[in-house]
């Protein structure tokens, strides 16, 4: 597998700030690491905590990693398609939309902790299977570039922006 940084022109410039958060090296080992590091983060959390925001009109704590769940299935849903040569322009993601209908506020954090750690499960192999034709395919997402690598260093990215957002703003970690 590529382990080199993707080049910018293989993905929106929207998600480069996503894509500079992650260490370079080996990103799926990296990916590994930071969803152990995610779990051992939340797993102690009271579940009272799930239900915080840190301001009116915020996302509670179980609204954000429910996103970061969601997000990573989009992500790997785009690279998947691309993977294996989907020539179509793949759909938008509607961040406020999805989470608003996403049901986290009837959910357990415990139970969402345990859907992301799954999802993580997945995520790996999925990426894992690609082979060196399939990394270097691009495609369209959202009427923007994508290429399968710059798609698994953006899915990287994005949980460490809200890691960060965790640690910043609701005082965790």
């Known amino acids: 597998m590529n382990v080199q940084r993707p080049d910018p022109a293989e993905y929106s410039p929207g998600f480069r700030a996503y894509v500079d958060?992650?260490?370079?090296?080996?990103?799926?080992?990296?990916?590994?690491?930071?969803?152990?590091?995610?779990?051992?983060?939340?797993?102690?959390?009271p579940e009272a905590k799930g239900e915080h925001a840190y301001a009116p009109g915020k996302w509670t704590v179980k609204r954000l990693l429910q996103h970061v769940v969601d997000g990573e299935r989009l992500f790997c849903y785009?690279?998947?398609?691309?993977?294996?040569g989907e020539q179509a322009s793949l759909p938008a993601f509607d961040e406020a939309t999805y989470a608003a209908n996403d049901g986290s506020s009837g959910r357990s954090l415990a139970a969402?902790?345990?859907?992301?750690?799954?999802?993580?499960?997945?995520?790996?192999?999925?990426?894992?299977g690609?082979?060196?034709?399939?990394?270097?395919?691009?495609?369209?997402?959202?009427?923007?570039?994508?290429?399968?690598?710059?798609?698994?260093?953006?899915?990287?990215?994005?949980?460490?922006?809200h890691l960060a957002v965790l640690r910043d703003r609701y005082g965790i970690g």
């Open 21 to 45: 958060r992650v260490p370079d090296g080996d990103v799926l080992a990296h990916l590994e690491r930071q969803g152990r590091a995610t779990v051992a983060l939340l797993v102690g959390l």
């Open 130 to 161: 690609f082979d060196d034709v399939a990394w270097r395919r691009r495609g369209i997402a959202n009427g923007k570039p994508a290429s399968v690598l710059s798609l698994l260093w953006i899915l990287a990215g994005h949980e460490l922006h």
């Open 78 to 84: 785009r690279a998947m398609c691309i993977a294996r």
């Open 112 to 128: 969402i902790l345990a859907e992301f750690a799954a999802v993580r499960a997945a995520t790996i192999p999925l990426f894992q």
